[in-house]
């Protein structure tokens, strides 16, 4: 089913957007990527040593990393709706879970056993 046909069968719906804290985490992930970016092109015109090239190296990344993951929650969103809950992911098809299928499972995470 594609996203239209899921939306379409829903009668009533409450849509849950990200808060304003994933842009935050995006931003700084960019800020981070930046300024690293910023700090390995001065690195890499003079004579430093290579501890200090990888230490960069690795904040640049890892501010890249939390710009993605910044993005990437940003743009999902959750559907309630009178019997299923969908999660609407940036990019795949949307996960559906029945009402239903929550109640036979326990806190162990298996369907049927106590």
Not at 38 to 45: A, N, S, T
Not at 47 to 57: A, I, T
Request: charged share 20%; glycine share 12%.
């Amino acid at each position: 089913m594609t996203e239209s046909e899921y939306t379409s069968q829903i009668e009533s719906t409450n849509e849950y957007r990200p808060t304003a804290r994933y842009w935050l985490y995006a931003t700084a992930g960019a800020l981070i990527a930046l300024l690293y970016g910023w700090e390995l092109m001065g690195v890499l015109r003079g004579p430093l040593p290579l501890s200090v090239l990888l230490e960069r190296l690795l904040f640049l990344c890892v501010g890249l990393g939390l710009l993605g993951w910044g993005l990437y929650t940003v743009r999902g969103r959750v559907v309630l709706a009178k019997d299923r809950l969908i999660w609407h992911k940036p990019v795949g098809a949307p996960d559906v879970v029945q009402f239903r299928q929550l109640i036979g499972a326990t806190e162990a995470g298996r369907f049927g056993t106590s």
